[in-house]
């Protein structure tokens, strides 16, 4: 038995507002707060690829309500960069000590991490492809006047082929002068 479904092109706009069910409304609810979600993230993640940050952005452009793996890797990121608790503490506005004791032991744990026990260690450039395509796509995420630069172009990996120095454009992140002729 097969069910053949005739495809009905409708403009929402010209419905009536009262032909609209109560299911409709929160359905369409739920995709428009996912979207908005959606838009607030990719933006988010454009910042990041850019890799424009200083020491505490990642953490404080955090989209509000964000999803507490989302911040643990923002503040993950922070640190492995060279940011000091002081500054994620007051990012995230708390005590650099209660900044430390929350996730300092998710920090550790994720520096102990291997090959082995980390998917994004066994296949980082397939994981950095995927996050190209994501950056980059035109649709459906708009980033505004975002230039859509991939973030492959901006890690350390891309930096050793290309020359750039890595320790300074991290010590320059964490705020700290990034070569000795510059240091005030």
């Known amino acids: 038995m097969t069910i053949e479904i005739d495809t009905v092109q409708v403009d929402p706009r010209q419905l009536p507002a009262d ?10 609810e739920l995709v428009n707060l996912t979207e908005s979600a959606s838009s607030r993230l ?14 505490g952005d990642y953490v404080r452009a955090l989209p509000h309500g964000v999803d507490p793996s989302v911040v643990r890797q923002a503040v993950i990121t922070e640190r492995v960069r060279g940011t000091s608790w002081e500054t994620l503490g007051e990012a995230l506005r708390m005590s650099a000590t209660d900044a430390e004791e929350k996730w300092g032991e998710v920090e550790a744990k ?11 260690r066994k296949n980082p450039g397939g994981y950095a492809a995927a996050a190209d395509r994501y950056i980059t796509t035109d649709k459906p995420y708009q980033f505004g ?5 991939p973030l492959s172009a901006s890690l350390d990996a891309a930096a050793h082929l290309t020359g750039r120095d890595v320790a300074a454009a991290d010590r320059a992140f964490a ?9 005030p």
Do not use: K, N
Not at 110 to 118: G, L, P, Q, V
Not at 145 to 149: H, P, Q, V, Y
């Open 19 to 28: 032909s609209f069910t109560d299911s409709d409304i929160a359905r369409i």
């Open 175 to 183: 705020g700290s002068p990034a070569c000795t002729h510059c240091a």
């Open 110 to 120: 994720w520096r102990r991490a291997s090959r082995a026990t980390d998917i994004y």
């Open 145 to 149: 006047t975002s230039t859509r630069r």
């Open 42 to 55: 990719g933006g988010y993640a454009q910042m990041v690829g850019e890799d424009l940050a200083r020491a």
